[in-house]
């Protein structure tokens, strides 16, 4: 696998686990006996998994530096915060997707740094 397919390869599992999040959010958000049908925490964690989503398809776009590092800060962010709020709607689906992207962003991240080392060498 060449060095720029590896790099999106975090940022694209970073991104479907926010699509699968999103799915199973607006599911919560719509279904009746879910317990949190219409609620303003399954909004919030749509919201979330939208802007997650954004931010990850953004991601692979951007050259290194300050920007793409504080953009991997906020997601980091997002991911734990969307993880948090999907523990306390009780639907720990959203949890599961949001682990999933973690892995994608430490992938992201890991695989960044192996590309600018080979590019000091």
Known sequence: MSQ?????LGALL???????????????WFTP??????????????????ALAIMAFIL???QGGVVRNLLRIVIL????????AGLLLHQCWISAAMLV?????????ACSNRTSLHAHS
Do not use: E
Not at 4 to 8: A, E, M, V
Not at 14 to 28: K, P, R
Not at 101 to 109: N, T
């Open 14 to 28: 970073l991104t479907i686990a926010s699509l699968v999040g999103l799915a199973i959010a607006l599911y919560a």
């Open 33 to 50: 006996l879910t317990g949190v049908n219409g609620t303003l925490g399954a909004l919030v964690a749509i919201l979330a998994c939208l």
């Open 77 to 84: 962010l997002g991911l734990i915060g969307t993880g948090f």
């Open 60 to 62: 692979p776009r951007l």
């Open 101 to 109: 992207g973690l892995v994608g962003l430490i992938l992201d991240i």
């Open 4 to 8: 720029r397919q590896s790099n999106r």
